[in-house]
């Protein structure tokens, strides 16, 4: 006669199990965790300050704020910058959005200015996300200790079209 298996099958079944799973998860999220990080060639780490504009003009408000930014190297220098663009706008009848300027700045360890560049866009009314490149001068990436994004009203509504 066959009873149920004993108790110490089931838990040795339950520590492999375990162990198992473990590992594949481990695995798993520490490949995440390395395709995830831009290689920096002599520098432990660049500190990101990110902004957002609220505003508003009349009855009409918008918000704008950068979701991301992403340095854009070319050996071992930096000429170019992607922001991601996150915004809320409301706008007149008849006008498609409004003129904004996004700008990124790039500074030493010392606070220094390396480089910055900027551009303006007419941001579309309602709910809307959109990736903007920023040309920079070439700046050595291991100089680069700071990147900062700044957003301002244009102080304009835009047409396309």
Do not use: H
């Not at 799973?21 to 990101?48: C, K, N």
């Not at 340095?71 to 071992?76: A, H, S």
């Not at 920079?136 to 994004?149: G, P, R």
Request: proline residues 4%; charged residues 15%; glycine residues 8%.
């Amino acid at each position: 006669m066959r009873g149920r298996p004993p108790k110490i099958l089931f838990l040795f079944f339950l520590i492999i199990t375990f162990f198992i799973l473990f590992t594949i998860l481990e695995a798993y999220s520490t490949l995440i965790t390395i395709s995830e990080v831009q290689p920096l060639p002599r520098r432990d780490g660049i500190t990101y300050f990110l902004s957002k504009y609220t505003g508003s003009v009349g009855q009409f408000d918008f918000m704008v704020e950068t979701r991301s930014i992403r340095l854009q190297p070319t050996g071992e220098y930096v000429n170019s910058a992607v922001i991601t663009l996150y915004w809320i706008i409301e706008a007149p009848p008849g006008q498609d959005g409004r003129y904004f300027t996004i700008s990124v700045s790039l500074y030493d360890d010392n606070g220094v200015s390396l480089t910055s560049g900027f551009v303006v866009e007419c941001l579309l009314k309602g709910i809307n996300s959109r990736s903007y490149t920023i040309t920079l001068s070439n700046t050595n990436i291991d100089k680069v200790a700071e990147v900062e994004t700044s957003i301002s009203d244009s102080g304009g509504w835009c047409k396309i079209g």
